[in-house]
């Protein structure tokens, strides 16, 4: 009797639990359906990420005087060598385990903007196939780097101490460290000097190229949280990029008596830059103050640093990603330690130190090879590697 | 023995709820996590939204001669001013409850576009920093509004009877008619008398900006909507802006002999602002005639009203928002009284007519106030504000 | 008493399944909702074509000298009039069922974009009204071919035994192939040597076309697959993308001696293309070879066949249609019989087949009944139908 009531309720069990399951397939949703669901909104994320990377970072580089179709060129070589080698390497897991495919696909493509980031350091004074060469030899830098920071690689920092969530250290002053450690390799004094005009008509493609960033920057930095923590962190990001915007006017107008457009263009940005390493735990007020520090650092960089108002700019950094994606992301990397109770201060800085490190080092040796197929005294134009006929 | 059944049955209930729950976070997906989808869908719909206020009305806005810098920087000034202010606002709960995290951003997100159709009048007459006086002093007088007629402020009209799903009164009409407001307040007639001219070398910019507008109108509309109600108001919006686009085309035909690019831009978008108070209720026909009809009104606004043809503008409404927003919205919000079966036609006159007074009347008054700051005669062009060299 | 327990049993299992039930709705998430969140992700993908559609397409086309106001407002007009008219004869049955409501929003884009294509192969010899008529005409000869190969209309090929997911064939191979039915029954051999010149100051607009097509392309192969193969599905196409994008530039260098920015805007693209049919079902090493593979056959008929750089184009097709859309999209009918494993070769080559057939006849006879409204030697330039100053 005891064992017929023991059959009786597991039979109704199983047909209960068939029951809900089948109501929910009913609707076409099954429960593995919702993790798909998960999944397919970090797809979404991960479109919006490819949006910043070909129509982002490539109009954002248009400002270069006869140089628009190699930057834009060189910004789909870049992506398209960046993505399918960090996929092939995350397949052979020689730098750890990197989750599932969307996972994988979306560090792919941060890979691809700290990539870019690299490129436009020396935008202009490479060609073609170095882009392509460049692009090769950086993706495992950057995945090593990646691989000890965020996943105790070679055992040195605990998953999880060091906090980057958005990649302000790993990914944007990774990819501007490594490009000037390529441009101090390859660069002579006298090459330095030669001057990189800038093309003002071309302010209103930079200004399409920035405001493409800002609007899914968002996205960037939210592509892998938690779904709980997606809005919170969106809005965060608006509001260090609204910070950062503002005082951006209000310092280029003050710095430089006008206003530079390529200000505008550029310093807006270093608020998602600097937010990105507390993206997910910084308070609203936080984060506009995280903003507001890091656009007036970024503006303060373009203004008396680097001065394109002077005919032409005169350092090796052609777009002056020390002072977008240098400065501003190693401020956000150490704003973490004030931001986030209990944070391990050790790892943390630990995270920052190795990243300057090997990004400086493995920037110089690739500058290095590069060299190797060639060098240029004068940045290239346009016409000498494509059909132009204006 | 009958309560040792009691007790092995709640016993069995929990289990099989836990089961159950067990079986769906097996997958990463609890339920909290459901309620995280369905805002990240939002999430998702509050990035197409920006993409419209910095894309698709900073370009739309950039035929301007001269002046291109000058209305990309301000519509980046003043969404950077809007959101915060509107989120803050928010927080102190001066004007309701604003809703969940990412309700608020959208809503802030509305105001951000109110006010730059509000600037879209009055574009070349303003310099940098009086934009963001504008948007200071705006953000206030929309949030005012929008709890008198959404949100039951001074009790005047019950909330959910006043019908704007999509914002055709509250969000384009309240913005046309507070431009036209400060206009009024800061031009004389000598003033308005002074041409803006157009730059048609910028017309692709123009469409481009149009483009993306029309592109991401659908999630504008369905952004707050119930998850059932998103597609069919998505393709209703699509319909309303194919209809308008299409007549666009035979009245630009027919009222100017040629094709006038202009037109195109922005009467074709004229579907999406009135489809706005019924965009979730319409039927497809219904949406498909009001595209048609407020497609009409615009392009005949634009092409008898205001002619750019005539060697510039001759009125003060700089990219002519009251044809694009203003009586489009209005015809909106009015064709909800046909489309909604059992409307509280009160209500609807109501918050129409409410929205007309506090919006010409507020911006009259800030008006006022920012000619305190200053005013010019001769439009603004990019060289006063910003370094070029072109 | 037995009765009794099986009431109780009943209750309380009517009770568990509410409780549940009421556990999911208390987080404003019914298993209704789940359908319509399952829902909302396709209108993601619906939002990310119709950026393809204007942006996408529209850009890609403003190469032409002197016709970009043209190009952009045909895109405008063709997309108003093809989405709606698909809309309402998917509902009226007559070439089958459609499924829901954002089924048929996505596969009315599907038929815009065919459309689209069509429309590249005769940009500059159609005036507006007569791009109006091609849509119109087009839509039901495409949902003709639709309803015969996908949904065994006419009995002809069972459903599901042709494989198109992405729409090699029906969609692009049969945009093309209808394209150069139209230009073959519209042009005299004196017409196809008329020159139409490009225009090299429209590359950096033609190149944001292009970028747009390869951001959303995941989302267009994606849009209806099983929310379980979204995310294998995106890869397959990024990773097909970046295949012939790195091909199309090594083989623009090596067939023209410098790079083409048309061929890169352009080639880059066929491996979206030609990863159609097989884009949820092949492996990420199938993608990338089906990448390589398309995009070096696209760029070879560019460089060889349709060569721009000899001042202007001498043949019928202005975009190059064939070469991006044509043989890429044969050649990614054809990679199904390789690549999915037993696949109904009959079926997919009578899909490949029949579609050929439908096209260039339907195309033929649309091109007769166009020049009955009139046709031109010389190519249409925008000032003949538009307001230009410039």
Redesign the interface.
């Known amino acids: 009797m005891d064992n017929l009531k023991i059959i009786l ?1 597991t039979g ?2 199983l047909l ?2 068939m ?2 399951g089948n ?2 397939q ?4 099954s ?14 994320r ?3 990420i ?2 910043m990377l ?2 982002g970072f ?2 954002l580089m ?1 400002f270069v005087r006869k140089y ?2 190699s930057a ?2 060189a910004t ?2 870049l ?3 960046a ?2 080698v960090y ?1 092939f390497l995350a ?1 052979t897991g020689a730098f750890g385990n990197k989750g ?3 996972d994988t ?1 979306i560090l792919s493509e941060f890979a691809a903007a700290s990539l870019l980031i690299t490129a436009g350091a020396v935008l202009g004074r490479l060609k ?1 196939p170095q882009y ?1 060469l460049l692009g090769l030899l950086f993706v495992p830098a950057y995945m090593f780097n990646e691989w000890i920071t965020l996943d105790n690689g070679l055992g040195l920092i605990n998953a999880g101490s060091f906090i980057d969530t958005g990649g302000s250290i790993i990914i944007h002053s990774f990819g501007a460290l490594f490009g000037l450690g390529v441009a101090l390799s390859m660069t002579t004094k006298k090459e330095s000097a030669t001057e990189i005009e800038s093309d ?2 071309g ?3 930079s ?2 190229g920035s ?2 960033l ?3 920057w ?2 960037f930095c ?1 592509a892998l949280v ?3 923590e ?3 962190t ?2 965060n990001v ?2 260090a ?3 950062a ?2 005082i951006t ?1 209000f310092f280029t ?1 003050l710095l ?1 008596g ?4 390529a200000d ?1 263009a550029n310093a ?1 940005l270093a608020g998602g830059v600097a937010i990105g390493s507390v993206c997910n735990s910084a308070s ?1 007020s936080e984060a ?1 103050i995280i903003g507001v520090v890091a656009g007036a650092l970024s503006v303060t960089g373009f203004a008396l640093v680097q001065s394109r ?1 002077q005919k032409g700019l005169k350092i090796i950094d052609t777009c002056g990603v020390s002072n977008l994606h240098g400065i501003p992301g190693l401020f956000g990397g150490l704003a973490a330690l004030v931001v986030i109770k209990g944070i391990d201060a050790g790892a943390q800085l630990s995270g920052i130190g190795i990243t300057i490190v090997i990004s400086v080092i493995a920037g110089w040796i690739v500058g290095k090879i590069i060299s190797v197929t060639g060098r240029r005294r004068i940045p290239y134009i346009d016409s000498e ?6």
Chains 1, 2, 3 share one sequence.
């Not at 006008?258 to 457009?261: D, G, R, T, V």
């Not at 590697?385 to 204006?390: A, G, I, K, L, Y």
């Open positions: 309720k109704f069990a209960l639990f029951l809900v109501h929910l009913a609707q076409g949703v429960s593995d359906t919702l993790a798909a669901l998960a999944d397919g909104q970090k797809y979404d991960a479109i919006h490819m949006a070909l129509l490539g109009f248009v628009g179709r834009l060129t789909f070589l992506v398209s060598i993505i399918p996929i397949g599932s495919e969307i696909l073609m392509l003002f008509t302010d209103r493609f200004l399409l405001m493409v800002w609007i899914f968002p996205s939210a938690l779904p709980s997606v809005v919170h969106a809005i608006v509001l990029l609204s910070g915007t503002l006017y107008t430089r006008k206003i530079e457009a505008i807006s609203y506009i108002l590697e494509f059909t132009v006929d204006d």
